[in-house]
């Protein structure tokens, strides 16, 4: 439930999102760049039922494959941002068959400096509030659902999957959620989430630990927004 209400918000800003913006000098900032409302909405909202729904998550949270959660992170989402560093390192465009595998600059998306100025109030509040939304929110609802629910569903969606030991490994689940786990993101960004995504089940299957792959998801998450906003990379989040 809380992925689904995430996503959307998501759809309902594509739907309604060309009706509501206006791209004019005099449009004030929610018409203008509504994703900078939107967004916090969604945040504070799939925050909200995470925390009611908190009781039925069994994390098994744990010091040592928490630590071997945060070496994941990292690895992962460094092969995320390879293909936009070899951009910019080889000179390349973003026209040619290399961005099918996610080699473009990532300078258009998010930026609160564009809507709120440098270091206004206002653009420390939509900053802090990415991250709480990419670091705790995004990797808390993907995995519950990608990790938690789906690897067990595939495996076994006409029986009572959901008494399945969390962490078994088999080929199906790993094809399945990897695939959709991929899907689920911008085809810009179709290789880098394969890649971290078998990353993330083959720590799924190794910790046999829900709360090592949320902390994997975090730090990446984390990495990912200051990489972002130290190269002026705002399109890979």
Same mark, same amino acid.
């Given at each position: 439930m809380p992925f689904g209400v995430f996503m959307g918000f998501l759809l309902l800003l594509q739907i309604f999102g060309t009706f509501l913006t206006w791209e004019h000098p005099a449009a004030p900032w929610w018409r203008h760049w509504p994703e900078q409302w939107v967004y916090p909405l969604q945040t504070l909202v799939t925050l909200g039922l995470l925390?009611?729904? %908190? *009781?039925?998550?069994?994390?098994?949270?744990? #010091?040592?494959?928490? !630590?071997?959660?945060? &070496?994941?992170? =990292?690895?992962?989402?460094?092969?995320?941002?390879?293909?936009?560093?070899?951009?910019?390192?080889?000179?390349?465009?973003?026209?040619?068959?290399?961005r099918w595998f996610g080699v473009e600059a990532r300078t258009k998306g998010f930026n609160p400096a564009e809507a709120f100025g440098e270091g206004t109030p206002a653009f420390w509040a939509a900053l802090v509030m990415r991250f709480v939304r990419a670091v705790v929110v995004v990797a808390l609802v993907e995995e519950?659902?990608?990790?938690?629910?789906?690897?067990?569903?595939?495996?076994?969606?006409?029986?009572?999957?959901?008494?399945?030991?969390?962490?078994?490994?088999? %080929? *199906?689940?790993?094809?399945?959620?990897?695939? #959709?786990?991929?899907? !689920?993101?911008?085809? &810009?960004?179709? =290789?880098?989430?394969?890649?971290?995504?078998?990353?993330?089940?083959?720590?799924?299957?190794?910790?046999?630990?829900?709360?090592?792959?949320?902390?994997?998801?975090?730090?990446?998450?984390?990495?990912?927004?200051?990489?972002?906003?130290?190269?002026?990379k705002y399109g890979l989040w």
């Open positions: 925390v009611k729904w %908190w *009781k039925y998550y069994e994390f098994r949270w744990s #010091l040592k494959w928490s !630590a071997v959660g945060v &070496v994941f992170g =990292a690895v992962g989402i460094g092969f995320w941002l390879l293909p936009t560093v070899l951009h910019d390192r080889l000179g390349l465009t973003d026209d040619g068959w290399w519950i659902l990608w990790r938690s629910f789906m690897t067990r569903m595939v495996d076994d969606w006409e029986g009572q999957y959901w008494k399945r030991p969390f962490g078994e490994a088999s %080929w *199906k689940s790993f094809g399945i959620v990897t695939v #959709l786990f991929m899907l !689920a993101h911008a085809p &810009v960004d179709y =290789a880098g989430a394969f890649v971290y995504g078998s990353l993330t089940y083959l720590l799924c299957i190794w910790s046999k630990n829900l709360g090592a792959c949320v902390v994997m998801h975090a730090v990446a998450n984390l990495l990912m927004g200051i990489f972002a906003m130290a190269y002026g």
